[in-house]
């Protein structure tokens, strides 16, 4: 029966002055490959088009995917199914397109909001970071693993009392390539005027098998990183709240 249809398909090319009105054989990519004379006398695009088509609905085939045969279709058939596989192909890659422009612009208008927020916040604080110090293991004080801890330096610049500020610590090496950071929230009242140094009562577990950001920060000295605080959201006594939109 496999031979029969060859030996058909043969039959019918020898017998085509027009490539489109070739029936395919059970091996449509090889025909094509055999008979390349034959299939000359298409375009080059239609011939580009073709084969590539040919070659996604065997590799879909091979999925297990329900795929239109070529076996017994003239290559006009064929290429009508390619050309309308191609036009959803490029609808497909230019909707992804939009997609990632809507994206990145969205991106773009929240870091500029939170750029204008973190500005206006600094117009009211300062936050300098002015040491890190690595605590060890203490059981009897419930420090089950190492903690790393900040100290910082908390300047109010404003006529307002500031009650919480949050933020993110980023630090960076010698050549300016960043190690990590680490979110802050201090929640503790800055007088108008005032300069708070404090730690926060707050750390990071230290993990001895991974070797995250919390890992390469407590294990750098101090003195070899700059670090920097981004100021996301603050809020003064008496309700006011300046607070930096969500990263999307």
Known sequence: MRNLMIILALALIAGCSNPKDIVFGPEPLKQIAEQGNQFKKLSEEDRALLVGYLTITEMGKAFGADVKPATGRTVGEVLVDAKAWKE??????AEEKKKEAEAEALKNKVLAERK????????????AIIDKTVFPENYEVGRYSEMLSLKYAIENKSDKAIRQLKGRVTFKDATGDEIGWLPVDIDEPVQPGQTLKTTTGRGWKINKFRNGEIEKIAGREFSSMKATFEPESIAFEGGEVLKAPDLP
């Open 88 to 93: 959803r192909m490029k609808a497909a890659e």
């Open 116 to 127: 204008a927020i973190a500005d206006k916040i600094s117009t009211s604080v300062v936050v």
